[in-house]
């Protein structure tokens, strides 16, 4: 049938959200770490559609003869200008609010960006952020003038003194980073995001497959982060962009509203009266 017999579909607005002054349509916030070249990472942005783009500071400020990835930096920078996105340096790899401060302020000079992923880790078995120190830190970079990404647990008390520190959104993991196994406590993220209704909220960390990414999106999530499950395949661009259609599926469910689940079988199609038989 021709459109003009069913008649054209109706013009949605942009499905956009906003940080600080910046609105953003893409949900897939991509990571740049353990690509096994400059050419597959620029790939595989491009096959995310990413507007995001994190990059680990203390990484690219080593050395090349200690493993650091300064071959990519301007692979990177290409890519950014290509697509029009924005870097998110991080602050992997600190231990303490007093590093991961100081180490913001390196990479605003670097980078000019305010933006910044606070990372500061309490456990070096599982990464697991130190709640007191990123407040501390968080609170320290807001007074600053950044806009702070925290990357947090799903803590709900956590949550809520991060944004009274003054984050703009929080970060809070799926699983331990590089895990891959998924949203291991589907409970604490579905009560932060109905707790904190107003809030951004992306998913960092943890995250294996698209389906995972298509999970939390489903929930009402607002954006999802992810490095190794793409980095890590054995085809990145591939995976970039099935975690992309994964992430544009998640929030169009959650958009159109997924059923609620049932204990019980319910008929599809109910039947009333006396059956009968076509002739």
Known sequence: MSDSILGAA?????DTWSVGDITLT?????????????????EAIAASGTQVVTV??????????????????????????????????NTAGCTTAREAVQLAHMARELYD????????????????????????AARQLAKDGFTVFPYCTDDLVTCKRL??????????????????????????????????????????????????????????????????AVSQSPDPV??????????????AAHLAGVMARQDFAVATTPVTGNPFLLG
């Not at 893409?26 to 690509?35: D, I, P, V």
């Not at 680990?56 to 990519?72: E, I, S, V």
């Open 56 to 89: 680990g500071l203390k990484r690219q400020l080593a050395p090349a003869n200690t493993g650091g990835d300064n071959g990519f930096v301007e692979i990177i920078r290409a890519a950014l200008k290509e697509q029009g996105a924005r870097l998110l340096p």
């Open 238 to 251: 591939r995976m970039a962009g099935a975690f992309r259609q994964a992430i544009e599926a998640g929030r």
């Open 10 to 14: 109706p013009a949605r607005a942009p």
């Open 163 to 228: 944004l009274d520190a003054g984050c703009p959104l929080l970060m809070p993991w799926g699983a331990p980073i590089g895990s891959g196994q998924g949203l291991v406590n589907p409970f604490a993220l579905r009560l932060l995001r109905e707790r904190l209704p107003g809030v951004v909220l992306i998913v960092d960390a943890g995250i294996g497959a698209p389906s995972h990414a298509a999970q939390a999106m489903e929930m009402g999530y607002d954006a999802v982060l992810l490095n190794s």
């Open 113 to 136: 960006t305010p933006w910044v992923k606070l990372e500061v880790v309490g456990d070096d078995y599982t990464l697991q952020p130190d709640p007191q120190e990123l407040v501390e």
């Open 26 to 42: 893409s949900r897939f916030l991509l990571g740049t770490a353990g690509y096994p070249s400059p050419q597959v990472l620029r």
